[in-house]
C-alpha cells in the first residue's frame, strides 16, 4: 500500500464522474460500502479504480461467477480486511441468491465491525 507505481494511464475526469468521486468518499468517511450503478460498458469498474489511484490505496477489481460461492467471498474478505485493500465486485448479479444473502451477512458483520 502507498508503493508509488509510477505514471499511467489516467481516467478523464467528467462533471458525472466527479459527483461519484465525491458520493463514494463520502460513503467511505461514514463506514459505508458503495455501489455505482449503471448500464454495462460505461465504466463503473474504471471509475472506482481510478479513485483508489487518487488515494494511493490498492484496489482488486473481481469478476464474480456462478461459481463464486459463500467459503471463497469469506476468504476474499478476510484478505481484504487483512491489507485494507478496496475490491470492485463485477457481474454481482450473477452469484446465487442464496450465496448472495450469506455474503450479506458477511459483509454487514464487517461493516458493524468497522464502525465500531
Partial sequence: ???????????????LTNKCFITLLNAIKYNFGGAIAGPAGIGKTETMIELSKSLATHCIAFNCSEATDNVMISQFFKGLASTGSWCCFDEFNRIYLEVLSVIAQDLQFLLDSKKN
Avoid: A, C, D
Wanted: hydrophobic letters at 35%.
Fill in 1 to 15: 500500500m502507498y508503493e508509488y507505481l509510477g505514471n499511467s494511464t489516467r481516467l478523464v475526469i467528467t462533471p
